[in-house]
C-alpha cells in the first residue's frame, strides 16, 4: 500500500501495520506456520488452512521472498521455508512476536527519521500502549545527550517501544533501566555472550557499547501522557565513526555468528514486557535489582561520577530500588547517583 507521512512530513517507503492488513491473509501467519511444518507444504494445503485463493498464496510468498525470507519452491511439493535469518520486515517480526501488548501493533518503515520521532507521532495519534515502531535504516537517529546515532540500513536494530504508563513522572526514568535489562537479557539469551549494563543503560561485550537507550517522555499537568523508549542494538559487522570505533562493538563479530535481528528484537519485547510488569507490580526496581547487579559492569570498579555540580571517585556497589547508583567513596561515605545530568565513567576508560 501507498506510505503515510511520517514525523518530518515525507511519505515513507513502506509501512505496515495490523490495521491495514484486515481482510487478507496474514504472511506473518503464513511464515509461522511454514515454520511451525518444517517441511514442504503444498500450494493447495496453505490455501485451505487460511481459506484464501492460490493467488493469495503466491503473492504471500513473493512478498516474504521480497523481506528476504528464503522460502523454496518445487513443482508438486509446495513451499519449504529455509531460513529467515537475514529477513527484516513486518511479516518476520509478527511471526516471532508472542507477547500479550508488547509489539502487538507493529508500525514497520525500510526508512524513518527516527523511530522515536515516529513513536511520539503514534502517540499524538492515539496509538496504543505498546505500539512498537521498527525501522531498517533511520537518517536521523538520535542518541543521548544530544548526540546523533548512525543507522545504517540492513545492519543494525533500531526501534522504540510507546507505552502510556499509569504513574508519577518521576518514575519514569526506571523504565529505561528495564529496558537496559530486558535487552540484556535477550542478548544472552539469543547470542550466548555474556554481555552486562553499563550503569544506566549502556549494554556492552567485552568492554564495548552494543547498544544504547534513549527514553523520551510527555508529561502533561504533572501525568505521563506517553513514554517511547528508543533502542539500537548494533547487530552487523560495520565500521563505526571514527569518534566511537575504539569503544563500539556488534553482536556478530564478538559471538563469531550471524545474529537474527528478527528473533532478537522478538525475544526483547518478551522480555520486556515481563520486567515490566515486575516493576509495575511494585512501582519499582526491587524486583529486578538483584539480576541488574549481577549484570552491571561497572560493579564494584572504581569510577569516576561527572557531576555538573562537582566531579568525584569513588567504588560502584549496585543499584537501589529506584534505579540510583550507590557509590562509596574514597571517605567511606556512600552516595546515590541520580542518572540525567550525571554519567559516570571507568577511571581508566568507558567502563
Ligand atoms: C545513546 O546515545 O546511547 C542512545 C541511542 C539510542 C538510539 C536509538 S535507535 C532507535 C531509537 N531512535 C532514535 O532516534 N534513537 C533511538
Known sequence: MAGRKTADGKIADRRT????????????????????RGDYVSGQEICEHFGVSRTAVWKAIGQLRAQGCRIDAVPNRGYLLLDTLEAYGADGLKSLIHTKWAGQRLCYFDTL????????VEAENGAF????VV????????GRRGRGWVSPAKTNLYF????????????????????????????RA???????????????????????????MSVERGYIHYVVIGVGVNVRE????????????????????????SALLADIMSAFEEDYESFLAVGNLSRLKESYDRMLVNRDRQVC????????????????????????????????????????RGIYGYI
Not at 129 to 132: C, D, K, P, Q, R
Not at 238 to 261: H, N, T, W, Y
Request: glycine residues 10%.
Open 160 to 187: 522504540t517501544i510507546m507505552l502510556r504508563p499509569d504513574f508519577a513522572p518521576e518514575k519514569a526514568s526506571m523504565l529505561t533501566l528495564v529496558m537496559a535489562h530486558a535487552t540484556a537479557r535477550a542478548i
Open 305 to 344: 561520577v561527572l557531576d555538573p555540580k562537582g566531579e568525584f571517585r569513588g567504588t560502584a556497589r549496585g543499584i537501589t530500588d529506584t534505579g540510583e547508583l550507590l557509590v562509596e567513596k574514597e571517605d567511606g561515605e556512600s552516595v546515590q547517583v541520580y542518572a540525567g545530568e550525571v554519567s559516570v
Open 17 to 36: 501495520s495490523e490495521h491495514f492488513n484486515r481482510g487478507s491473509v496474514r504472511k506473518a501467519d503464513i511464515l509461522a506456520w511454514l515454520k511451525e
Open 238 to 261: 560495520q565500521e563505526f565513526p571514527s569518534e566511537i570505533a575504539d569503544k563500539a562493538a556488534c553482536l556478530d563479530a564478538e559471538c563469531g555468528a550471524k545474529v537474527s535481528r
Open 113 to 120: 527519521g527516527s523511530t522515536n520521532i515516529q513513536a511520539k
Open 129 to 132: 500502549h505498546g505500539t512498537l
Open 190 to 216: 539469543q547470542t550466548g555472550l555474556d554481555c552486562g549494563i553499563k550503569w544506566p543503560n549502556d549494554i556492552v561485550v567485552n568492554g564495548k557499547k552494543i547498544c544504547g537507550i534513549l527514553t523520551e
Open 135 to 142: 525501522a531498517d535504516m533511520q537518517t536521523a537517529g538520535r
